[in-house]
Antibody
């Protein structure tokens, strides 16, 4: 059974880089069976998709964040990470990593919406 | 970008009531939609996938319907533990987009 756990600093200074990791257990980050996602939720607000990554290393980002965000994998640690640079107070949020089923046959595609989520980690941007 | 318009934004109901939440997509998304329940400070929990399929372990009082641009989540007999915020998510195309959320209150 797949399990995800976020980790990283809870406090980041304005203009610096937010870095989070998502540790994966019960499955391989390199598997073509899963896709990997970061989502965030500002205090009192709704959910925002940040970006997705596939086993091939392909990534897709929210255009609202695209110039500042990078999602990447560390296969040696079975983790995937989020880096968001030049942060402001608007980036203060509860950050989640998540995963869903992916299928590759003759074609590769996201099968369903994310079903496994980490518990989330709060990041505050403040000096 | 595909906009997901979710309504209502809040809903007051009682135990035993039947409630319906709607998500409308700004363009067709086939069945590429999931419904989530979120309680304060917790990760969202997937209730419905592929617009109509019930997640394993989720009570059968939850059901999803729709295809294309209009989708509904119905809770047929509200239980105390159902009071939470509900979100739809389209994964038809990037950027993935969530509805604004529906807060279900007593």
């Amino acid at each position: 059974q797949l399990r995800l756990q976020e980790s990283g600093p809870g406090l980041v200074k304005p203009s610096e880089t937010l870095s989070l990791s998502c540790s994966v257990s019960g499955g391989s980050i390199s598997s073509s069976r899963f896709y990997w996602v970061w989502i965030r939720q500002p205090p009192g607000k709704g959910l925002e998709w940040i970006g997705s990554m596939y086993y091939s290393g392909s990534t897709y980002y929210n255009p609202s964040l695209k110039s500042r965000v990078t999602v990447s994998a560390d296969t040696s640690k079975n983790q995937f990470s989020l880096k968001l640079n030049s942060v402001t107070a608007a980036d203060t949020a509860l950050y989640f990593c998540a995963s869903g089923p992916f299928r590759c046959g003759g074609d590769c595609y996201v099968l369903y919406a994310m079903d496994v989520w980490g518990q989330g980690t709060t990041v505050t941007v403040s000096s | 970008d595909i906009q997901m318009t979710q309504s209502p934004s809040s809903l007051s109901a009682s135990v035993g009531d039947r409630v319906t939440i709607t998500c409308r997509a700004s363009q067709g998304i086939r069945n590429d939609l999931g419904w989530y329940q979120q309680k304060p400070g917790k990760a969202p929990k997937r209730l419905i996938y592929d617009a109509t399929s019930l997640q394993s372990g989720v009570p059968s009082r939850f059901s999803g319907s729709g295809s294309g641009t209009e989708f509904t989540l119905t809770i047929s007999y509200l239980q105390p533990e159902d009071f939470a915020t509900y979100y739809c998510l389209q994964h038809y195309s990037y950027p993935y987009t969530f509805g604004q959320g529906t807060k279900l209150e007593i």
